[in-house]
């Protein structure tokens, strides 16, 4: 309770009455009685209770007493209102001061727990207990939630982490290769036992990793190719818990960690990028294609190297990886068969050279303001999409079930003299604040709270009701917003799926339901002829 401690503290030294009070009566003899007591007299005084020098201590004489019309508040004569604890109040808001809330007519102590929401409470779901969707300061509970190839984790205030879908390779970390989210809600199974609270999350395609509290790198799931980083193959999860689960060793100490299909990115504290795990199209960006961690720790990888202004941002795809420098400056490495790296050809990069052998990425339009630069990364399967500071969003890459936005089906970055950078920004009707790429869709969150995708929509990834592709001959602006049931605070794409966090920190998944990803209870598709709003937040605390 938010005020315990404070009425406790109050009911030692607060003695509220009615009528007559102690200073009034006392001194009185018995014969001249107290005014407004059944069977008493209300004989003239022969004290001066009031204090004020007049000798008769009679309310109504514009001495100060109460309940003389004389300005005094509290005393019900048209004066202004007592408004202070323990004053008699209407139920109204305003008839107590802030703090203070009218029940039972008296003016009493705000109070979190008790299943009413008051003025400056966001919830209150009647009891004291922590991290079950209305915490105990009468705050929701902050969630994110990450998405992955069929299933997605949550991260939940105090740095719980909460998985549901397809638990293929362990990568849910319950010790179990049982699906959640199928038959069950994601509440009824609970955390993933850890060995500390989780900072920050990334979810790839068949494995997850987090950083810690500690400063440490944990990871589980899917082992091969070492897209762990510890040196092995074996998966993690799948039959053991995650409680003594080790720390990656990086060489580095991370900020935040980037996963992808079959790899895995750390960013440092010294603005350096180590990749590690799958590595057949030189996505690590060590100049080879030899993977790392599968029989050595990640730590042996080489760092990816763009220059010497370090690294600000880095996201990792299916099978490619982009950053930012501390200069504005994209690059981009791996496989390029459709042009998502952006460089006009389909060469791959990163395999058998230096990830920036072909210089930066022509990315910035020339309708951007020159201090423009780059916020987010979200990378699909085959197309890379750019956040700018200005909020306007471009994709390139693979464009075959309109995934870029710009209305057509063509791939764009693999053909001599196209350039990210000659493209038109996405038309999305407001300014974007995120962006997420799903296999080969897109999604944005716009300023205002709604959200917006387009590609490829066989099982509603766009959320829209309707199983039609958007993007691929028209504009995304050319049918409304997804319908959420409130506005969204963070969205997350995985392989056929998206979450997002509304604003009350509730949570609504659409597209593929296969193995529970979506979180209902079943392995229903959700957006192909129905809204997510139309079937609500799932139960996840």
């Known amino acids: 309770m938010r005020h315990a401690k404070w009425m406790m503290a109050l009911a030692g030294n607060l003695v509220m009455t009615t009528g007559c009070t102690v200073p009034f009566c006392d001194v009185l003899p018995e014969s001249e009685g107290c005014p407004g007591f059944a069977g008493e007299s209300t004989g003239s005084e022969t004290a001066d209770p009031d204090d ?3 000798g008769d201590g009679d309310p109504g004489d514009g001495d100060g007493d109460p309940g003389d019309g004389d300005g005094d508040p509290g005393d019900g004569d048209g004066d202004p209102s007592c408004t202070e604890l323990g004053c008699m109040c209407d139920g109204t808001p305003e008839s107590c001061e802030p703090g203070l809330i009218c029940e039972g007519g008296e003016c009493v102590p705000q109070t979190c727990g008790d299943g009413t929401p008051d003025d400056d409470e966001s919830c209150d779901d009647g009891n004291d207990v922590d991290g079950d969707g209305c915490d105990t300061d009468c705050t929701f509970t902050t969630v994110e939630v990450f998405a992955g190839n069929g299933r997605a984790c949550a991260l939940i205030e105090g740095g719980r982490v909460r998985c549901w879908g397809s638990a293929m390779f362990g990568g849910l970390g319950y010790g179990n290769l049982d699906d959640i989210g199928d038959d069950e809600t994601p509440a009824s199974v609970g955390d993933v036992t850890l060995p500390g609270p989780v900072r920050s999350l990334e979810v790839g395609d068949f494995h997850s990793c987090a950083l810690f509290e500690d400063d440490l790198v944990r990871c589980w799931g899917i082992g091969g190719s070492g897209v762990l980083g510890y040196g092995s193959t074996s998966w993690l999860g799948d039959d053991e818990t995650l409680r003594a689960l080790p720390a990656v060793m990086l060489g580095g100490t991370a900020t935040y960690v980037a996963s992808g299909g079959g790899h895995t990115c750390a960013r440092f504290d010294t603005a350096d990028v180590r990749c ?26 080489g760092l990816v190297y763009l220059g010497p202004n370090g690294i600000s941002l880095v996201a990792a795809g299916r099978s490619h990886t982009c950053a930012v420098t501390g200069a504005d400056d994209l690059f981009c490495w791996g496989l390029n068969n459709n042009g998502r790296l952006g460089y006009g050809n389909i060469d791959n990069l990163g395999d058998d050279e230096p990830p920036n052998s072909n210089g930066a990425v022509d990315v910035y339009p020339p309708s951007l303001p020159g201090n423009a630069s780059i916020v987010q990364l979200a990378l699909g399967d085959g197309h890379t ?9 471009l994709c390139w890459g693979g464009g075959a079930r309109g995934q870029l936005g710009q209305g057509n089906t063509q791939n764009w970055g693999d053909g001599l003299n196209e350039a990210p950078g000659d ?3 996405i038309s999305l009707g407001g300014v974007a604040t995120a962006i997420s ?3 080969d869709f897109t999604c944005a969150l716009l300023d205002g709270g709604d959200v917006r995708c387009w590609g490829r929509n066989t ?4 959320g829209l009701g309707v199983p039609a592709d958007i993007g691929d001959d028209e504009l995304p602006t050319a049918v409304d917003p997804i319908e959420l049931g409130g506005a969204a605070i963070s969205i997350s794409s995985g392989y056929g799926h998206t979450c997002a966090v509304r604003e009350d920190y509730s949570v609504v998944c659409w597209g593929s339901g296969y193995g529970g990803g979506l979180g209902y209870g079943n392995t229903n598709n959700v957006g192909d002829d129905e809204t997510p709003a139309s079937v609500g937040a799932i139960e996840l605390l």
Do not use: K, M, R
């Open 276 to 301: 590690w795990g799958y590595n057949n199209h030189g996505q690590l960006g060590t100049g080879t294609t030899t993977n790392i961690g599968d029989d050595e720790p990640a730590s042996v990888g």
């Open 459 to 462: 099982d509603g990834q766009l």
């Open 385 to 393: 999409c750019v956040l700018f500071s200005t909020g306007d969003v």
């Open 52 to 54: 004020t020098g007049d």
């Open 437 to 439: 790429a799903g296999y």
């Open 423 to 425: 493209l038109t920004p």
